[in-house]
């Protein structure tokens, strides 16, 4: 079972950045892909970004420009340029074992991130 532990959110200022980080420990798992998604108040969680163990990155249009995700072993980063309003969510981090697998279904506790002057 895997566990994923992220870090890293805050209140910040429109055009401010945040970098995540998320852990994955435990066993019976692999990294064949990391992503991190997001839940605004109301709304249905979301993929931000994705990340193979190829280092292939794969952005919603929404943040494109703006972030970037990136990994080291069993840690995923997600830097967070240019914050707006809109981005204020939790954010949560998540893995694939392979290529055709959905994502784990166990999820961490998440981060929250504020976007707000």
């Known amino acids: 079972q895997v566990q994923l532990v992220e870090s890293g959110g805050g209140l910040v200022q429109p055009g401010g950045s945040l970098r995540l980080t998320c852990a994955a420990s435990?066993?019976?798992?692999?990294?064949?892909?990391m992503g991190w998604f997001r839940q605004a108040p109301e709304k249905q969680r979301e993929l931000v970004a994705t990340?193979?163990?190829?280092?292939s990155t794969n952005y919603a249009e929404s943040v494109k420009g703006r972030f970037t995700i990136s990994r080291d072993k069993n840690t995923v980063y997600l830097q967070m340029n240019t914050l707006k309003p809109e981005d204020t969510a939790v954010y949560y981090c998540?893995?694939?074992?392979?290529?055709?697998?959905?994502?784990?279904?166990?999820w961490g506790q998440g981060t929250q991130v504020t976007v707000a002057s």
């Open positions: 998540n893995l694939k074992s392979g290529p055709f697998d959905t994502w784990d279904r166990n």
């Open positions: 435990g066993s019976g798992f692999s990294l064949y892909a």
């Open positions: 990340i193979t163990s190829r280092t």
